[in-house]
């Protein structure tokens, strides 16, 4: 059953360890430690041998396609078909790490991660029914590849069809279906296993699953933007939700109100943690599933996107012994992520620190974690009292809704505790007045806020695909307003990303943090204890260094890190009430209305969107043109074959999550 017995049963195989010992590539030591090795872990030996830093894997790949005179193929660059990758069943694919690469007609040239394989050789002759020609391909890119090409979203539809006529034929109670002896066997219950094993494979952060009228959708968000699969089998949607109501501990029976609950499960030997929340529609209960993949850890705070000079003004705010620390942004923005990584710093023996959470998202040893629970009155003001008495150094407030936890959070950190947290707001300079306009006194802001840190993320150009994109005439206008001339001019770091089989031809591939970070200085916590917000904020806008969202999101794109899309997209995010600002934003804003056109349109468009590049770059004076509602990019006609063949998927950017979305 392992991946290694097919071969081993094969005893005609040239031994990849003794051809690399002859070759006097590594030694038959090294190779005994490598073999040793991998009877622990069961890995195949080219990847252990590179693993213990042995053997390069460009040096192994090299050597292997001159050794056996077969081509080497760099799969990043190289164009797949679907479906002649799909030729060979995704087990087969990942057991014998091969790749069907060209259909030659009759014969096929198969990328091998081994291509000392033969017995693997020979069972993919068989099954494609036509001799191979091999060609070597690096072991991480062919799993990448994998991941691309064998979404489950066909499994999907066709589970969810033999579901439905499952419950055409008959009246089936669904609290029994969700509890029946043969549970593993029931397609619901392999309908929700494909669809979280799909999710993990792709980062999806939540899943929505949405009745509709006459369909059932189910939405994947990866890296921010929903991606959507349409099923007609409208009537399996309330088996679906029973039974993740029943993995979460919910109330079946309970169809009117909503609920919330979690439960754990296992995917690709992942632990994921699931958050999930019922909501009665006008059409039945939608279910949201968040998704947290404990396994994956907190990252430093030097590692989350953030320019050194600024980790370094962050750590001496988080570093201080008392006074408080706020990170703001809309929801999805990455500022708990930011949290967490500045708490995993803070975290030694020598400090006490008490965090009060709604939810609870990572498990941190040694801070005492409090989950808020309205339904029995534990809200945030109240464990913050609590939390007081338990001589904390440091308290985590997950959020500052009302006056009264504002208030004991700043009185908190004016009396020797370091308290962090977070504000719905848009921007850091416009925070410190939130809290005046929440109720909280200027005097007692002034004396305890120490620094706000804003926050959004931007999509990540696809390195892959990534191609140079000056900015033109226009949008160079549009720069010039927010940023230096010089920049604004000399644009050639620009890029775009064009769009290829890694990243499901968006463009992007992940995301990155843009920051906004305010210290508060004498001079500002002046202007903040007299109350007056004009002077604040144009102090805070003029001291040396500071630097907006807006400004940090350009640098990123001039470093060609991410599009001016993006930049228009955050941009478009940022408050606009304050005159003074929105006067700088302007043209940011109406950019940001038009691309809301565009995305309105898109998403009513039934076609294969998902495999559609993004919408063309909108800009600050760019309108998007009529019938933009398909956006295409010249010259990508012609891939349309090699397009990942998703048909029932639809892309709609996503836009809006907190308050800051709202277009006035
Ligand atoms: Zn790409």
């Known amino acids: 059953m392992t991946d290694a017995q097919p071969t081993s049963g094969a005893r005609k195989r040239i031994r990849l360890g003794d ?3 002859e070759n006097r590539m590594i030694t038959a030591q090294q190779l005994d430690k490598a073999l040793a090795e991998q009877k622990k872990t069961g890995a195949r030996l080219g990847r252990m041998l590179v693993e213990l830093g042995y053997i390069d894997d460009h040096a192994l790949l090299g050597f292997l396609s001159r050794q056996l005179n ?14 002649t990758v799909r030729r060979l069943p995704e087990t087969l694919s990942r057991r ?4 069907v690469l060209e259909d030659r007609k009759g014969s096929y040239l198969v990328g091998f991660a081994d291509p000392t394989d033969l017995f693997a050789q020979d069972e993919i002759a068989r ?12 072991e991480s890119d062919l799993l990448a590849a994998f991941d691309t090409v064998f979404r489950r979203t066909d499994e999907i539809s066709s589970i969810a069809e033999e579901l439905g006529e499952e419950l055409a034929d008959s009246d089936i109670d669904l609290a029994q279906l969700a509890m029946g002896a043969d549970v593993t066997e029931a397609p619901v219950v392999r309908l929700l296993q494909t669809l979280f094993e799909d999710a993990v494979q792709v980062g999806a952060s939540d899943v929505h699953i949405e009745p509709d009228e006459t369909v059932l959708r189910i939405r ?7 991606q959507e699969q349409v099923m007609k089998e409208r009537r399996i949607a309330p088996a679906l939700v029973s039974r993740l109501k029943l993995m979460g501990g919910l109330n079946i029976s309970e169809k009117r109100l909503p609920q919330d609950g979690r439960f754990n499960i296992r995917v690709r030997e992942r632990s994921i943690d699931v958050r999930l929340s019922t909501m009665p529609t006008i059409h039945g209960e939608s279910v949201v599933m968040r998704l947290l993949d404990q396994s994956q850890g907190i990252l430093g705070l030097d590692r989350i996107g953030m320019p050194e000079d600024m980790v370094r003004r962050f750590r001496r705010a988080i570093h201080r012994p008392h006074g408080m620390v706020l990170v703001t942004g809309p929801t999805g923005s990455g500022k708990t992520s930011t949290l967490y990584s500045a708490l995993a710093e803070l975290n030694v023996a020598g400090k006490k620190i008490i965090t009060i959470e709604d939810p609870v998202e990572y498990r941190l040893p040694r801070i005492n974690q409090v989950q808020i629970n309205f339904k029995i009155n534990l809200t945030f003001a109240g464990v913050l009292r609590t939390a007081l008495r338990q001589d904390p150094d440091i308290i985590l407030i997950g959020e500052m809704r009302d006056q009264e936890t504002a208030e004991i959070g700043l009185r908190a950190a004016m009396t020797g505790h370091l308290v962090l947290s977070t504000l719905h707001t848009n921007d850091a300079v416009s925070t410190a007045n939130r809290l005046i306009d929440m109720g909280a006194p200027g005097y007692l802001v002034a004396t305890s806020l120490d620094a706000v840190l804003a926050q959004r993320l931007v999509r990540r150009i696809c390195p892959n695909c990534a191609e140079p994109a000056p900015p033109d005439a226009h949008e160079r206008a549009w720069l010039a307003t927010l940023v230096d001339l010089q920049l604004a001019h000399d644009g050639h770091g620009f890029k775009r990303g064009s769009g290829c089989m890694q990243c499901n031809n968006t463009g992007y591939k992940g995301r990155i943090g843009v920051f906004e970070l305010l210290e508060i200085d004498d001079d500002l916590a002046d202007a903040l204890r007299r109350s007056d917000a004009a ?20 640098d990123l794109a001039a470093q060609g890190l991410t599009t001016l899309e993006e930049v228009v997209r955050i941009g478009g995010e940022i408050d606009l009430d304050d005159s003074t600002y929105s006067a700088t934003l302007s043209t940011v804003t109406s950019a940001d209305a038009a691309l809301a056109t565009t995305t309105n349109a898109t998403t009513s468009v039934p076609s294969i969107a998902t495999t559609s590049p993004p919408s063309p770059p909108a800009t600050g004076t760019v309108t998007p043109p009529a019938g933009a509602s398909t956006p295409t990019t010249p010259g990508r006609g012609s891939e349309q074959a090699n397009r990942l063949e998703l048909a029932p998927l639809e892309f709609s950017p996503h836009r809006d999550r907190g308050p800051s979305g709202q277009q006035s």
């Open 535 to 554: 002077a604040f904020h144009r102090r805070a806008l003029s001291k040396p260094g500071f630097r907006t969202l807006t400004q940090t999101a350009i």
């Open 127 to 138: 099954v494609l029914q036509g001799p191979v020609q091999v060609a070597v391909v690096r």
């Open 19 to 21: 051809l690399l010992v």
């Open 70 to 83: 077969v081509p080497h193929v760099d799969l990043r660059q190289f164009q797949f078909r679907p479906e």
């Open 96 to 99: 014998f790490r091969a790749i």
């Open 220 to 226: 994947q968000r990866i890296d921010g933007v929903l």
